[in-house]
């Protein structure tokens, strides 16, 4: 029984880290759409809303927060990738240098949010449309950049463990030959 019970929760563990984001993200886009469609309606019914503008803008900033994680699982990130095709034989280096660059980054925007969204929560404060605590609108940034930083250090673990040529598979090849297709689907 323990046995099962185990292997349900790992499984059930491992669709939760495979899809976090795709579900915040369809939670996310559901509560903009509605928040959208209430204002429109409130407007032709003249009802006012006043948390409707402040609410989208804080939806969207857990929007692009989440959205810069669900980036960083699938390496769709933007790359400058021109080190890559002056050094090919040190591809798989320049690769984790570059994700490396990037986990500072996102740690970097991890710990400040974290502070910001501390302190908006020691203060009490709330937004300014409505009655509602702040922090937890500026929980987006720790939240967002703790998740890509997640998927940042497992890639890298990844392509540290996998022999050279296993590297080549991973992140800018995908988006050297993405563009690749693009451009070939655009000749035809």
């Given at each position: 029984m323990t046995g099962g019970f185990l292997k349900y929760t790992l499984r059930f563990l491992k669709a939760l880290?495979?899809?976090?984001?795709?579900?915040?993200?369809?939670?996310?886009?559901?509560?903009?759409?509605?928040?959208?469609?209430?204002?429109?309606?409130?407007?032709?019914?003249?009802?006012?809303?006043?948390?409707?503008?402040?609410?989208?803008?804080?939806?969207?900033?857990?929007?692009?927060?989440?959205?810069?994680?669900?980036?960083?699982?699938?390496?769709?990130?933007?790359?400058?990738?021109?080190?890559?095709?002056?050094?090919?034989?040190?591809?798989?280096?320049?690769?984790?240098?570059?994700?490396?660059?990037?986990?500072?980054?996102?740690?970097?925007?991890?710990?400040?949010?974290?502070?910001?969204?501390?302190?908006?929560?020691?203060?009490?404060?709330?937004?300014?449309g409505f009655d509602f605590p702040i922090y937890i609108f500026t929980a987006a940034v720790p939240i967002g950049f703790g998740l890509t930083s997640i998927r940042l250090i497992r890639d890298i673990v990844h392509h540290i463990r996998t022999p050279k040529e296993a590297g080549k598979g991973q992140g800018i090849l995908r988006v050297e030959e993405a563009a690749g297709a693009a451009s070939d689907n655009k000749i035809q």
């Open positions: 880290y495979e899809h976090t984001e795709g579900f915040m993200i369809l939670v996310l886009c559901t509560l903009l759409v509605a928040d959208v469609l209430l204002g429109i309606l409130s407007r032709y019914i003249r009802f006012e809303v006043v948390f409707a503008n402040e609410l989208g803008k804080y939806l969207f900033i857990w929007l692009c927060a989440i959205g810069i994680s669900a980036a960083a699982k699938d390496n769709q990130h933007v790359r400058i990738n021109f080190i890559v095709e002056r050094f090919p034989s040190y591809r798989k280096i320049t690769w984790i240098v570059s994700q490396l660059l990037f986990l500072v980054f996102t740690l970097s925007f991890f710990f400040l949010g974290l502070k910001l969204t501390l302190m908006h929560l020691k203060m009490g404060k709330s937004a300014m």
